[in-house]
């Protein structure tokens, strides 16, 4: 069945669709906070705040942040996670190495990522002569 919409239905229909749309985020969003432990979900949070506005848009975008390295500029990607999870990134946005990198104790991934993310905005070199380097496996 073909319908034709005028300009008053197709608009209608966009905001059915955005309506729809935002729910299934909530939903979404809801599922994957009550998967979570409470220590996760405090890790979460304080690395959200420390996050910068356009970091943060990336984070609940797309599950990683972007980062610029403090000596050399370098731009990385953390994605969520506790290991593998920094990539240094080519000019056109894609891994181009991984480093891997954490902190010496056992800690949620939200706090391990927002160590990451603090040693390559204030200490680069010293965070990468630690790093073991890995091949990323996706772009």
Request: hydrophobic share 40%.
């Amino acid at each position: 069945m073909l319908w034709v919409l005028g300009s008053s239905g197709l608009g209608k229909f966009k905001q059915w669709l955005a309506a729809i749309i935002g729910r299934r985020e909530l939903v979404r969003a809801k599922y994957w906070e009550m998967s979570r432990s409470k220590s996760e979900l405090r890790g979460i949070k304080l690395l959200k705040d420390w996050l910068s506005a356009e970091q943060l848009v990336q984070f609940k975008r797309y599950g990683y942040f972007e980062v610029i390295g403090c000596v050399t500029g370098k731009r990385y990607r953390i994605r969520y996670g506790l290991v593998t999870n920094v990539h240094e990134l080519d000019e056109h946005g894609r891994a181009k190495a991984g480093w891997c990198f954490v902190p010496n104790q056992q800690l949620v991934p939200g706090d391990v990522m927002l160590a990451q993310k603090i040693a390559l905005e204030t200490n680069e070199l010293s965070a990468l002569a630690v790093a073991k380097p890995f091949r990323p496996t996706w772009h």
